[in-house]
């Protein structure tokens, strides 16, 4: 397509206005990570400074933020290997076979997406309540049971992307393997899993960020011994303050890791964040 | 002399229980001078909130002392203050033992006591009392905060009360001075009712010098109401709730103190962002000097006159809350709330872990170490602490703190208070957006009312636990635990 | 066939089912972590149900009729509304803009585009304080940076007037990307022959856009808004950190309002009825938008 050159220009001058409007905020709150305290609230605020760690220190060590990372990194992980252990499967089979209930299925994966938490968080937290004093299984406040309340989200999003990795890979694949003897389920671990396994890393690694940014279930139904790092943000303002140096310390152990998967990711986001509808 | 008094007795009463305690296999306590630390090596989990600036402290001067006494390490949890609630109510509900001891706000601890989460800390007082000594608080404060009805459950970990701060430069000013009494005809001072404390307001609000006349907090309905009642309310004869458990928000009285303190002329006098003002944003306006006046509570102490967090440190001066002139007696009335959290132990956790919590508030939030708290930070609630001669002969205020722990009025702690509390806090937010202050508090009244019936307290025979029923609660338990008060005298 | 041996038949039966041991492992799963709960919570909300409580009263649908009845509930789900029409259409329009001027723009493209995104990637809980930050009435960038054109201090999120739209605008500030990202798709897989033609024949842009590309969005535009709506209805962690619902009630979701509701008011059930209240408020709207999006998408 041609594009007269004011056209262009004018195109350059409002994207670049709205890119600095992203990242003013970033990089500017980010900076304050790096401000000895003094100078975390100035105005006009201090641009030249000589750059710190003891914020990223105070809220690693002092305020045991290398706890909640494990504790972040372990409910993440574990959710999303769950969820891709239940939904690889599940998808194979809605790209491969055709039977009655398939689309109807398949929509009501996506329905499940307009459930809001609280819908989901308050009965898990009865729940397991019941279950704690009635069976003595103690979920609440455990990495299994924040790991199964985190595949309300998560499963859907796999299935639907994985579904859509595998129907790209022609069917003949699997069928040729068959004929030398492999059974389908052999089939599909030997030779169309290696086939779509950037698929299932892109896949892992979207719901990873999914995972890793949720707050309102980790909040209602985690506990001290998994605390993940959302919920610790909130801490950091005080009655006495607001101590912005620290809290842009944990914002940027908590942004960082995504920021480099999506850079890694960036073809994927879109099939991901929209569920794959677009195909 | 109060103090020997109260030490020779208890003397007494530990000999009267030696030798029960020495049958029981007595529980043994950290004890800073034989050196004795039965818990070394243990953890103490404390589910906690950086709230206030006392705390802060508290935690820098004295937990450093307690670890190398005991050989235990405290592992804090630190959640966002509008979380605790939550987090102890679910953690509670499912009998949760992953914190030893909790943060609980004096409103609170119906709401908690009624889901059986409290630990009573009597069998522990009468084993080892240690240094806990209960009878070192005011009656009204030790009912307001460490207990839940006629139960023990916790010691105060702070006990606030009204307090005004004031830049003691700016009203010490002979420009200043003669400026104002050319404007106003009469002396600068210290405002002592509301309509001083509206001028003298106005009189240092120059917005383009970036100062300000005062500043209360409007930010959340928890602030707002602390604020509405401690700083205006009570003074106006402003209270909760009548003997039949009826609210009292929708009186003359209630109105017109909304009318004042969230009304745009008092608003006006009050730096920009007002309206969302928590704890912590107005403090930081007073300490970097952006308001002439504070209306305060006793945990900002550490923090005014800590010269490292305030520019202002060396130019704080302190004068009792401005009160309502009442026009039919002329009197200046003036009252206050004392509040504040005490650290409490959670009934799910092995008895060993309720052994060391113990260890740690009998230890950490005792006399000796409140008084080291006192000494440096100018902030105490032991009663040994605030009629100590020497501590007031340098920090004069604790005599005004002493007298207002005194008569300061709580919160109520029935198990519905958080809703209640939240109802009028949010009606007094919109009166401050604007909003009519009369149809308004009638409709949180009614609110209210709603939410007290909805528990069952209208047809089920409960009442309403007032704060004389408070105090005969705490002397009623401190006479089972053997201890004398002058104030249940 | 009825002739054939049992295990012939069997084997026919498993193998014409055979999708259903892929399937039903992640199926089991999704019932017992959505389905359940949502049935869980209708029975609870018949009961009368707090943290405290020892007996647990049937009182039929008395919860639903004081959620219905209750003014913070009826306030807290218009300011949800609010936030769906304003965030939905603001972060639309802004997206779809976007998608259009990156296709003018050749050098920096995926610059650009990477840089853009950067907001839908982060922590809704990181965007609101970082926002509240920058929005600090004494010592906040913008204001500081309104104060280089002489404009005097805003308090945005102090003021009852101000502070719902605000935080919409922080809301739409992260989500425009997404809207972007899809529209953009979108267009990339749209056919060519249609447009240059119809651009030989000298038609203006305007039109193309309006004749053209429009109506050929149109699956995609709904994708777009269907996906931004359901988000929007649960807003919770940026409000939560950016407000807390005040000043009063302005700027409370319903999501924040059923949180409070259950877990600081220990009203459980109460809450447990205004979530599926809720559920059916979504549904509903959402239910017509999908029946748009199916007329003309192939899904599955």
Known sequence: MRVPTSERILAYVILIVMAILVLVPVLAGSITAFKPQIIWVSSPPTWIFEPTLENFEFVFFTRKGWVYLRNSLIISGGSVAVALILGVPAAYAFARFRFRSSKALMQWLISLRMIPPIVVGLPFYAMFLYLERGLGIGLRDTFPGLIITYQTFLLPLVIWMMRGYFAELPAAMEESAMVEGYTRLGALWRVVLPVVFPGIVATAILNFIFAWNEFFLALILAGNRTSTLPMTAGTYIVRTRVEWGNLFAVNLIIMVPVIVLTIILRRQLVKGLTFGILE | MRNIKAVLILLAIASLFLPLASAQDSIPLTDPETGARPWEGKELRILNTEVVPILAYQHEILDPLYEEASGVTLIYENAAHSDVLPRIQTTCAAGGDDFDIMFVEDGWAGALAALGCLEELDRFYLAAPGDSHPEDFTTRAFGTVAMAKEKWVGIPTLVAVGMFAYRTDLFADPDEQAAFMEQYGRELTVPATWDELAEVGEFFTRPDDELYGFNYRYGTPNNILFDYMIHFGFSRGVDFFDSEFNPLFDTEAAIDTAMFFAGQDVLNLQPPGRESFQFGEVMQNFAQGKVAMYGTESWAIPLLLDPEASIVAANTGFAPVPGWLNPETGEIQSALLSAGPAYMINAHISEEQKQIAWDYLQLAHGVEFSRILAEQTGAGHRISVLTDPDLVAKWPHLTANYEAAKVGIGRPAEPWWPEAENAIGRALQEVAAGGDAATLMVDANNDIREIVEDAGYYDEGLTYVSVEQREDFVCAKFAELGLEHDECM | ?300
């Open chain 3, 1 to 300: 066939m009825p002739d054939q041996p049992f295990s012939t038949r069997l084997y026919h039966l498993t193998q014409r089912q055979r999708h259903w041991f892929f399937i039903a492992p992640a199926l089991i799963i999704l019932l017992l972590v959505v389905i359940y709960p949502i049935i869980f919570s209708t029975g609870v909300s018949l009961f009368r149900v707090t943290f405290a409580s020892q007996s647990r009263p049937f009182v039929g649908l008395q919860n639903f009729e004081r959620m219905l009845g209750n003014d913070d509930f009826i306030q807290t789900a218009l300011n949800t509304l609010y936030y769906v029409v304003f965030s939905v259409s603001g972060s639309f329009l802004l997206g779809f803009g976007v998608a259009l001027l990156m296709r003018r723009v050749t050098a920096g493209k995926e610059l650009l585009r990477l840089i853009l995104i950067i907001p839908i990637t982060m922590a809704p809980i990181v965007v609101g304080l970082m926002w509240n930050w920058m929005l600090d009435p004494l010592f906040g960038l913008v204001n500081w940076f309104l104060g280089l054109f002489g404009i005097p201090g805003q308090t945005m999120l102090a003021q009852a007037s101000t502070a719902r739209m605000t935080v919409v605008l922080v809301d739409i500030w992260q989500w425009y990307p997404l809207v972007f990202l899809i529209i953009e798709a979108g267009m990339a897989t749209l056919p060519r022959a249609p447009f240059e033609s119809a651009r030989l024949e000298g038609v203006s842009s305007w039109m193309i856009f309006r004749r053209l590309t429009l109506p050929m969005l149109r699956p995609v535009i709904l994708v777009a808004l269907l996906l931004r709506t359901v988000d929007a209805f649960r807003t919770f962690d940026i409000v939560r950190v950016m407000t807390d619902g005040g000043p009063h009630l302005t700027t409370e979701t319903l999501s924040l309002y059923l949180y409070r509701t259950a877990f600081t008011f220990s009203k459980l059930s109460r809450a447990a009825a205004g979530s599926i209240l809720m559920l059916l408020f979504i549904g509903l709207v959402s239910a017509l938008m999908f029946r748009y999006l199916y007329r003309d998408v192939e899904v599955g």
